[in-house]
């Protein structure tokens, strides 16, 4: 089984088409989403609408948990929404909706292998796990989580750690900003547990 791995598009459209239509070239059988669909990009709206009908699973990142209070503080404070800087990030209300009902984390059940998906940890979703944390933190999490495999996303680092028989998995960010995404994504074949990260650009 090929499970294709996203995470922090943050509104770049273009690369989210790279990352499924690699997925499409390597016959993934089902593509899910480590969170953070919107902001910093311009292209929120279209990247929530093809995640949607594409029905990828996807739970919410920090950007998405913050997006519909950003959008309110722009409204009560009169915001000139004109502005450039403003206005690419303004969501329609049924994006906004799909963000506030995004859960905060997934379990899925592959190959006989307990499979948790969660944004930051499953403790905290903007808490950063990079492959150079303490490897206290790892086993912490491992003996908490009831998982085999965890796959996270949020620190834009693809990641490959095995702790306490456990798989940390992050397939980096999609999204292009040379300073802040690394612009990959991942293929996890079951039950080999295989994990290759892709490069987009």
């Known amino acids: 089984m090929k499970i294709g791995i996203l995470s922090d598009i943050h509104a770049d459209l273009a690369a989210l088409q790279s990352a499924l239509s690699l997925f499409e070239d390597h016959d993934v059988d089902l593509t ?83 499979v948790l998906m969660v944004h930051g940890t499953p403790n905290r979703i903007d808490e950063y796990l ?26 834009h680092t693809p990641m490959a750690v095995k702790q306490r028989a456990v798989y ?8 292009r900003n040379a300073s802040r995404g690394s612009n990959t994504c991942a293929i996890l074949t079951l039950p080999e547990r295989k994990f290759d990260v892709l490069n987009l650009s």
């Not at 800087?85 to 899925?108: G, K, W, Y």
């Not at 990079?130 to 620190?155: C, V």
């Not at 940390?168 to 999204?175: A, E, K, L, Q, R």
Request: net charge negative; with cysteine.
């Open 32 to 114: 899910v989403c480590c969170g953070d669909l919107v902001d910093r990009g311009a292209d929120g709206d279209a990247v929530v609408d093809l995640i949607k009908s594409r029905q990828v699973p996807c739970i919410a990142g920090n950007h998405d948990r913050q997006a519909p209070l950003y959008q309110k503080w722009i409204t009560e404070n009169n915001i000139d929404a004109r502005d450039p800087n403003i206005s690419a990030r303004l969501l329609t209300e049924n994006t906004l909706q799909f963000l506030r009902d995004l859960p905060d984390d997934l379990r899925f059940e592959w190959e006989g292998l307990r």
């Open 130 to 155: 990079f492959p150079h944390s303490p490897s206290a933190r790892f086993k912490q999490i491992a003996m908490d989580a009831k998982a085999d495999i965890i796959l996270s996303g949020h620190t």
């Open 168 to 175: 940390f998995y992050n397939p980096g960010s999609v999204h």
